[in-house]
């Protein structure tokens, strides 16, 4: 292991810049926190700016490096205070989030399932999604702006990887993503609490974009006119929760064992 300078004062600027990254001031820029995601984002082929390593695990800062990682070492005290999480893993890298990733970037086959978030305000429900969507062998996650952002710690942390694995595509607005799908030739399929079909009775043939709202179910306005799927449900329960449903629909619109290539 090489000898490093070990960063223990707060007004290294290093320490500001993590902070503001942390704080979400720095557009563009992902923060990873742990082993797992950082390794998830380099076999994902991220560029990682930076990563940070606490003294303690200073060894795995030369592993960093070995791969081309601007990588710095803080002491254990100073890195723990800064993490956004309740206890450091020590170890914490930026990274650039992907920037203009379209639906028809990763290739897309006739059975192409793409997952449309549309308001989930819960980055850990967000997440959830998206782990559910990849699984389900979902193509892409599109988010729609005025919800979480995909890149949100918590939304990172809650996918266990799939938003570094799974394209996700960015759209302004709603019109914008349908426009945008519907030029791909996907059918525009919402989860609707009543009035559609069941999953296991719906026609889930071509390529279909599956809508989700917020956690309180609403869908922007234009999507009224467009295929309904239901969930049944028994008693007196209203509506699932949005990871609950989005899982459910995705898994019965039988694209597992359909690798995206």
Known sequence: MSRREVIKS??????????????????????????????????????????IVSESRAARADELEQRGVDTRVFDDELLGRISGLATSPGIVALARAPH????????LGPEALVLVA????DPGNLGAVARSAEAAGAEALCVLAGGTSPWNGKALRGSMGSLLRLPVVSF?????????????????????????????????????????????GELPELCES?????????????????????????????????PRE
């Open 10 to 51: 707060t007004a290294n600027p290093l320490v500001a810049r993590l902070r503001a990254a942390l704080a979400g001031k720095h557009k563009g820029l992902i923060v990873l926190e742990g082993e797992r995601l950082i390794d998830d984002a380099l076999r994902a082929r991220f560029e990682l700016e930076l990563a």
């Open 172 to 216: 302004a607005d709603a019109a914008a993503a349908v426009d945008e799908l519907r030029a791909h030739g996907f059918r525009q399929v919402r989860a609707a609490t009543r009035g559609g079909r069941a999953p296991s009775e719906f026609d889930w043939t071509g390529r279909v974009a599956l809508w989700v709202g917020s956690e309180t």
């Open 226 to 258: 467009f295929e309904r799927v239901t969930i049944p449900m028994r008693g007196s329960v209203e509506s699932l929760n949005v990871t609950v449903a989005a899982s459910l629909l995705l898994f019965a619109a039988g694209r597992v064992g359909e």
């Open 118 to 121: 549309a308001g989930i305000a």
């Open 100 to 107: 203009d990733v379209r639906i028809g970037h990763p290739h």
